[in-house]
């Protein structure tokens, strides 16, 4: 157990649907990413919060979107969806010493069918 | 920019066998590398990394060294189990895109047949 949670593990919905992905991360830890996984495209790095504010951006969609809380947790939104949005959703966390090296923890993760 | 580049899968072999999955990447400035692993069904579990040049990263009988003259970060096991069947993962971090975020590589599934 890597101590991230994420909900649900799964989602089924339609086309031109909006969904959102909850994480928490960590006990301690204050930077959440969020990651894609998919067959085609690999693990893709989308989007990163750090203790509430967006650090870096990735290859995320316009349609997507993502907040982190005062909590720590973090949400990612996921709007008209297309059936190329299927995929799994993994939110990982770390402590982000500003040394780099730091491990990040991932979460079960989320999988996205479109249908 | 940063980018992994790591052996195609599938493998498959047999119990005891020798393992090796080859990595190498690209990077801006200096970076932290990764093996992650996935077994099926679930999220993704750090293997091993080495933050420097030189380091040698260890876990579960799996070894890999961080090469910077060859860019490389190739990951070994002496002897498989059936158990060590998953997907595993090269990534790395780099400092010098100013973030931490992870680039993975594309990943190899490995099979041990018992």
């Known amino acids: 157990d890597s101590g991230v949670t994420q909900t649900p593990k799964h989602l089924i919905t339609a086309t031109g649907q909006r969904v959102t992905l909850r994480c928490s991360p960590r006990s301690g830890d204050l930077s959440v990413y969020w990651y894609q996984q998919s067959l085609d495209q690999g693990l893709q790095f989308l989007i990163q919060?750090?203790?509430?504010?967006?650090?870096a951006k990735g290859n995320i969609l316009e349609r997507f979107s993502a907040q982190q809380f005062p909590d720590l947790h973090s949400e990612l939104n996921l709007s008209s969806l297309e059936l190329g949005d299927s995929a799994l959703y993994f939110c990982?966390?770390?402590?982000?010493?500003?040394?780099?090296?730091?491990?990040?923890?991932f979460g079960p993760g989320t999988r996205l069918t479109v249908l | 920019g940063n980018s992994v580049t790591q052996m195609e899968g599938p493998v498959t072999l047999s119990e005891e066998a020798f393992l090796t999955i080859n990595c190498t990447y690209t990077a801006t400035g200096y970076p932290s590398l990764f093996w992650y692993v996935q077994y099926p069904g679930e999220g993704l579990q750090l293997l091993l990394k080495?933050?420097?040049?030189?380091d040698k990263g260890s876990n579960k009988g799996f070894e890999a060294t961080y090469r910077k003259e060859t860019t490389s970060f190739h990951l070994e096991k002496g002897s498989v189990q059936v158990s060590d069947s998953a997907v595993y993962f090269c990534?790395?971090?780099?400092?010098?895109?100013?973030?931490?975020?992870?680039?993975f590589g594309a990943g190899t599934t490995v099979t041990v047949r018992a």
């Open positions: 919060y750090y203790n509430g504010e967006e650090r």
């Open positions: 080495a933050t420097k040049a030189d």
């Open positions: 990982a966390s770390s402590v982000d010493s500003g040394r780099g090296g730091d491990t990040q923890y």
């Open positions: 990534a790395l971090s780099d400092l010098g895109s100013n973030d931490y975020k992870l680039s």
